[in-house]
């Protein structure tokens, strides 16, 4: 439908209410964990946030939100989840979202590597990261600039972080 459109200039669609519910809906952790929706929320916000100096693509960076740690088996290790929650994003393409395939690409790639890649130059992926990385004060844990991948990103961490 025309009003589920996120860009109606694009081809873009997703309709972000069913998205969450589902995503939300089958999270394996609780929705109080601290790589629960909450988490989620906050990762959008700091990529679209970082995206207003980055150039990201506002569609890549809302849906890794959603999807980079929705496929969590528990919320200590789980090396393979990045790569769980980019196949759940490949399973929900053509129903709850529809981007372009270099688009998709992209969100593939960083949900599967957000945790075992540092840094990227593309400035989506690096966007989707660094809203990650920037949310890690959730778990004691200070953001470097050494892991950001944009030069907002790198500021944001000198800083000390989101105040």
């Known amino acids: 439908m025309k009003e589920d459109r996120f860009l109606e200039e694009s081809e873009d669609y ?3 209410p069913r998205l969450w519910n589902f995503v939300s809906g089958q999270f394996q952790c609780g929705l109080g964990s601290v790589h629960g929706p909450s988490h989620w929320r906050r990762v959008e916000e700091n990529g679209l946030y970082l995206a207003k100096k980055s150039g ?12 980079h740690d929705s496929r969590r088996e528990n919320d200590y290790t789980d090396p393979q989840h990045g790569l769980r929650g980019a196949e759940l994003a490949y399973q929900c393409r053509g129903d709850l979202f529809d ?3 270099e688009d998709f690409e992209k969100l593939y790639f960083a949900c599967e590597h957000h945790t075992h890649e ?37 500021e944001i961490a000198r800083s000390g972080g989101f105040s």
């Open 118 to 154: 540092r840094f990227n130059e593309d400035p989506t992926i690096g966007t989707c990261w660094d809203a990650d990385r920037l949310d890690l004060p959730r778990v004691g844990i200070s953001p470097s600039e050494e892991y950001m991948s944009t030069e907002f990103g790198k």
């Open 99 to 101: 981007i372009r395939d």
């Open 56 to 67: 990201a693509n506002l569609t890549v960076v809302r849906l890794f939100a959603v999807f």
């Open 14 to 16: 997703v309709n972000y």
